[in-house]
């Protein structure tokens, strides 16, 4: 998996960033991929994709991203790859004014 692009509340904008992506890196997006998490574990599979599986993150960061079960385990399993790899693979695009980068991200 060469891209990601995480959604919510901003999935407008994700769907735009993959739809311009797709045909040029293999991408996910929850929104395209919800057959392949439907009969998983979906814990499971958010793990491998952000921390295994991905060579470039783009989180659409607002107040609420790793505040909610999904963005949670997002963040966990981004964050576990940051420490063992550095965040080098991490994209962070602002979706809201004057907000702070997270603090464990470099």
């Known amino acids: ?22 045909d040029r890196l293999s991408c996910f997006i929850y929104s395209e991929q919800q057959k392949r998490l439907g009969g998983n574990d979906g814990e499971r599979v958010f793990n491998s994709v952000f921390s295994k ?7 659409l960061f607002n107040c609420d991203w790793g505040n909610t079960k999904w963005t949670k385990i997002e963040e ?31």
């Open 76 to 106: 966990t399993a981004i964050r576990n790859k940051g420490f063992d790899e550095g965040y080098d693979f991490v994209i962070l695009i602002p979706t809201e004014n004057n907000i702070d980068p997270p603090q464990w991200l470099p």
């Open 1 to 22: 998996m060469d891209y990601q692009v995480l959604l919510y509340p901003d999935e407008n904008l994700a769907t735009e960033l993959y739809n311009l992506l797709k």
């Open 53 to 59: 599986e991905s060579r470039i993150v783009v989180i």
